[in-house]
């Protein structure tokens, strides 16, 4: 890894400054910490040495002699950058690291044109990934983003990521993406099962009705689907969002149908227990638990008539 190969081909410094994010880097002071790894290093004239890009990484090095500031590097070939560099930020900053980076490249006759970042190299990347899947991109240096994820703001899916992350931001977009859709069709599901509710309130007997609409969602799911594809302007939705659709909204129509069935049980005098549980699964609430606290409710009261005898 400490061997630099003196043979680099040339970069053309007339477009090294213009390469995606290029980072120009300034001379710092010169503090103790900063000199050049090579005692006296003799001034160079620039227009004698190879002009070459680096991609400057910050990473965790295994350090034989703790304390020792150092730049370990690598000559590749081909790509946006000729050289790859890598530092300990936490023995060294950035810019310390780009200065003695800089003295001993020289001493090897090369000269740097433009120092790169890992965010030169998946902000790109990461742009026209969103924007294929129709991603609006936000980067934050909030440090309660802890990992990447996608939400609706102001109306658009937005992906948002920490700005000094944007490699597993890259690595983690798949899978947000797929999280956000399965939250959608959970969403659409209880939309759904709650228009099916509201409808079901409005009959004589709505325990029946619901109990009716559960029955009937095996036979009714294309057409939700095909409803529901066109809202969210899919062509064709993947098996496993249609079973998350059809799961959510059954879910919720057999709780409402618990909490309706368990009021008729119950009689006059117990409607605000069932308006509060059927006003939880309408906010989202975990359908299981009240369907499970409706069907409870009636045996409670039955038992409590017993001991009361």
């Known amino acids: 890894m400490n061997r630099i190969q003196t043979h680099v081909p040339a970069v053309d410094t007339t477009t090294a400054g213009h390469l995606p994010y290029v980072v120009q880097a300034a001379e710092p002071t010169r503090t103790r910490a900063e000199q050049p790894a090579t005692d006296g290093a003799r001034e160079h004239n620039a227009a004698d040495l190879k002009p070459v890009v680096v991609m400057l990484r910050p990473a965790e090095l295994d350090d034989d002699n703790p304390g020792i500031l150092h730049v370990i590097w690598s000559y590749l070939k081909g790509g946006q950058w000729d050289i790859e560099a890598a530092y300990d930020d936490q023995w060294i900053p950035r810019t310390g690291a780009e200065f003695r980076l800089r003295a001993q490249l020289a001493e090897h006759g090369m ?15 990461l742009i026209a990934e969103c924007e294929r899947r129709g991603l609006a991109l936000q980067l934050t240096d909030d440090p309660a983003i802890d990992l990447p994820e996608i939400r609706d703001i102001n109306g658009r899916a937005t992906f948002i990521a920490r700005s000094n992350e944007l ?42 009705t619901l109990d009716n609409m559960c029955d009937g969602l095996g036979e009714a799911m294309s057409e939700i689907m095909a409803s529901v594809g066109k809202a969210f302007k899919v062509t064709g939705a993947h098996m496993e969002f249609a ?25 006059d005098g117990y409607d605000y227990v069932f308006d509060l549980l059927a006003d939880g699964v309408r906010s989202g609430g975990d359908p299981h638990i009240a369907r499970t606290t409706a069907l409870d409710v009636p045996k409670r009261l039955r038992e409590n008539a017993e001991v009361a005898r």
């Open 111 to 125: 000269h740097v044109a433009a120092f790169l970042s890992e965010n030169d190299e998946y902000l790109p990347q």
């Open 167 to 208: 490699g597993v931001a890259l690595d983690e977009l798949s899978a947000a993406a797929r999280e956000y859709e399965r939250s959608r069709y959970a969403a659409a599901g209880l939309y759904i099962a709650t228009v099916g509710y509201n409808e079901a309130l409005a009959k004589p007997n709505p325990s029946v």
């Open 243 to 267: 079973e998350i659709l059809r799961a959510s909204i059954a879910d919720r129509l057999c709780a409402f149908n618990a909490i309706e069935f368990a009021r008729s049980e119950c009689g």
